[in-house]
């Protein structure tokens, strides 16, 4: 069965530092991977994608994702951190444009606090 | 440009009452979900649709029901609310391979 996996269900960190939240992911076949980010209160926005190519992606406000295949991760970094990135992150897993894979499944997320 | 509309926005139910969810989604996209949100626990999918007049289970499927009769609609059914379904509710809708998924703000439902 698919699944996403977020280790970390609460990271704090000061602001300034970097950031790494890991995602892992059981699917047969490569998948195709997000990141979305929950503010308080608010829906999810999208942060990043990967669909093929280059295993590292870049998305919004600063952050980036690595795909490695041979650990099925999907890790999301920031090389510093600010304030406003307080916020609970998901790792999702999406449907295939070939409709062999149609389900939108998240991981639990990680919750982070951002110290000043 | 509305995206994903979902109504209402808060909801209060008695145990065993009946009520229905509304997703409205004006970008003519395919797929389209329903989701829980608890503490803990992320999003976890109650039931999807990958076209008008289909629907599947996902993975907590017990207690609801859909019915995705337009396109640009998904409905999501509680026939007899109980306290356990007290959450916030997420719809969402995507084009297989296209990007990302659309969220409506979501729904928070409390069962009493």
């Known amino acids: 069965a698919q699944s996403v996996t977020q280790p970390d269900i609460h990271i704090t960190v000061s602001e300034g530092a970097s950031l790494e939240l890991r995602c892992n992911y059981s699917y047969g076949a490569t998948p195709y991977l997000f990141w979305y980010v929950q503010s308080p209160g608010q829906g999810l926005q999208l942060l990043l994608k990967?669909?093929?190519?280059?295993?590292l992606v870049q998305g919004i406000k600063g952050f980036e994702a690595e795909f490695k295949r041979s650990q099925s991760s999907f890790n999301l970094r920031k090389p510093s951190v600010h304030w406003s990135d307080a916020a609970e992150y998901f790792c999702a897993v999406g449907p295939s444009f070939s409709g062999g894979y149609n389900k939108l499944i998240f991981g639990a997320g990680t919750r982070l606090a951002v110290h000043p | 440009n509305a995206g994903v509309t979902q109504t209402p926005k808060f909801r209060v139910l008695k145990t065993g009452q009946s009520m229905t969810l509304l997703c409205a989604q004006d970008m003519n996209h395919e797929y389209m979900y329903w989701y829980r949100q608890d503490p803990g626990m992320g999003l976890r999918l109650i039931h999807y649709?990958?076209?008008?007049?289909?629907?599947a289970k996902g993975e907590v499927p017990d207690g609801y029901n859909v019915s995705r009769l337009k396109k640009q609609n998904f409905l999501l059914g509680l026939e007899s609310a109980a306290p356990s379904q007290t959450s916030v509710y997420f719809c969402a809708s995507t084009v297989p391979g296209q990007g990302e998924a659309f969220f409506g703000q979501g729904t928070r439902l409390t069962v009493v």
């Open positions: 990967y669909f093929s190519g280059d295993t």
């Open positions: 649709s990958v076209g008008e007049g289909t629907t």
